[in-house]
């Protein structure tokens, strides 16, 4: 059985995007073709423009908490209406052009999309060791999915939560007690992994779970303006690190 400090684990919980897969890999260079696309077809705006605003309609999009909320289901949405706030914010309204640069975006993204190095490896470690694994991403149905099929995660877990499928997303408290009463397990005797401060670890807590904070860019404290967690958690900077603290890392 694993145990994570002193408490013999029941289940545990992983964060599908930007945890197991590097959903962030290529994002710089899908950008920079997104600007240099926009720009060509504006005609009079150089790319190094479009950029700056590209940036700042995107954090005007995901900063609004419903937008964020159902924004994530349809992905491709997202990214049009994001792409065509940036050619308002031109004084163009250019909708056809913004969805064709949408599709380019998404394009881009989706080749890009790999696991992080060493983390099937983890899983498959994981997988010989813990009395339950757990799936639990937000996100559409379909785009979940798809992922989950293209890198032949399902056969790691013997519960996947999808946001899409259920109705309810994380930090949402039913999101883990689903995939915890599928596998007969309780929270106390549960860890829940990702890279997500709110969804996953605040969430986690207050659903009663232990939580890890994978963080990356080795922030260690807690993104501004998000309240204290309710209680400890631990902090790692990746999903491979996770499995070598539960005592499942690789050869040395």
Wanted: proline share 5%; hydrophobic share 45%; glycine share 8%.
């Amino acid at each position: 059985m694993l145990h994570w400090r002193t408490t013999p684990l029941e289940a545990l919980l992983l964060d599908l995007d930007d945890t197991i897969l590097d959903a962030s890999a290529g994002l710089d260079a899908a950008w920079s073709a997104v600007a240099h696309a926009l720009a060509g077809a504006l005609g009079d705006v150089e790319p190094a423009a479009v950029a700056t605003q590209l940036r700042a309609s995107s954090e005007w999009y995901w900063s609004d908490d419903e937008r964020h909320r159902t924004g994530r289901l349809d992905m491709r949405a997202s990214r049009r209406a994001v792409l065509r706030h940036v050619c308002e914010s031109f004084g163009r309204a250019s909708f056809a052009v913004a969805d064709d640069v949408a599709e380019l975006y998404t394009r881009l993204r989706e080749e890009s999309l790999a696991p992080f190095d060493g983390a099937l490896d983890a899983l498959a470690r994981l997988r010989e060791k813990a009395p339950a694994l757990g799936l639990v991403t937000n996100g559409a149905a379909d785009a979940q999915r798809a992922k989950i099929e293209r890198f032949g995660l399902a056969r790691f877990f013997d519960v996947i939560v999808v946001e899409g499928e259920v109705g309810f997303g994380k930090p949402d408290a039913r999101s883990f007690a689903r995939a915890l009463a599928a596998v007969g397990a309780s929270p106390a005797r549960a860890l829940m992994a990702g890279d997500n401060y709110e969804c996953d670890v605040l969430g986690a807590l207050g659903a009663g779970l232990h939580a890890v904070w994978i963080d990356r860019e080795r922030r260690a404290a807690p993104p501004p303006g998000r309240p204290a967690p309710p209680r400890a958690h631990a902090t790692l900077a990746s999903f491979v690190e996770l499995a070598e603290e539960l005592g499942v890392g690789g050869a040395k």
